[in-house]
Each structure stands twice: as structure tokens, then as C-alpha cells.
Nanobody, 124 residues
């Protein structure tokens, strides 16, 4: 089983940057595809980004391409989401997710483990 803890959320102005981190427990972090999702008030949880087990492949939602970068450090059992050029519509609770397997999963139901989330608020 994997436990995930997100950190790094906060309040920033539009155009600013934040880096989210997700620390995972367990010895087999490198066997998990990792993803970031977000959920704004009154909306469905949506895919943001995913990274393969060794970090060689990534995927992004169209809404964040060119602004967000996902990365991972398997030695530290941590996955990151660097968010630049933030917009008010990026405001949401951001969740880290994990599942074993070799694909870049983009659907909420495909992930086995979830963190508690970290709030990101972008002011205009």
C-alpha cells in the first residue's frame, strides 16, 4: 500500500508560480505511475498531469501544457508539479495519485491511491 502526502499549495497572484510536492511511503515508489489531478468547487475532479515510473514519459491536460511540469525523484519517493504562469482558473484542490503499471493513466478511476490534497488559490 502507498500513502501519499501533498504539500506546497498556497495563495499566489495570477502570473506567479508554485511547486507542489507529493511524498510517498513505501519501498516500491518506482513501480508506480504518478498523477496529479485537481478539483475546483462544484466541478468534477480532472486530470492535470502524469509521469511514468522512471520519469521518461509525461502527459498533460491541454489546459496546463506549456505552464506546468511534472517530475519525480525516485530516490526521494517524491513527485513534483511545477506550476508557472498561474491563472485564476487554476484554483482548485490538487491531488496526487498513484497506481502500479506502465501506462500514463489519465482517468480518475484508474488510480489506486490518493493523497488528501493541497489547496491552490490564484488571485486575479
Amino acid at each position: 500500500q502507498v500513502q501519499l502526502v501533498e504539500s506546497g499549495g498556497g495563495l499566489v497572484q495570477a502570473g506567479g508560480s508554485l511547486r507542489l510536492s507529493c511524498a510517498a511511503s513505501g519501498r516500491t515508489f518506482s513501480s508506480y505511475t504518478m498523477g496529479w489531478f485537481r478539483q475546483a468547487p462544484g466541478k468534477e475532479r480532472e486530470f492535470v498531469s502524469a509521469i511514468s515510473r522512471k520519469g521518461g514519459s509525461t502527459d498533460y491536460a491541454d489546459s496546463v501544457k506549456g505552464r506546468f511540469t511534472i517530475s519525480r525523484d525516485n530516490a526521494k519517493n517524491t513527485v513534483y508539479l511545477q506550476m508557472n504562469s498561474l491563472k485564476p482558473e487554476d484554483t482548485a484542490v490538487y491531488y496526487c495519485a498513484a497506481r502500479q503499471g506502465g501506462y500514463l493513466y489519465t482517468v480518475t478511476s484508474e488510480y489506486e491511491y490518493w493523497g488528501q490534497g493541497t489547496q491552490v488559490t490564484i488571485s486575479s
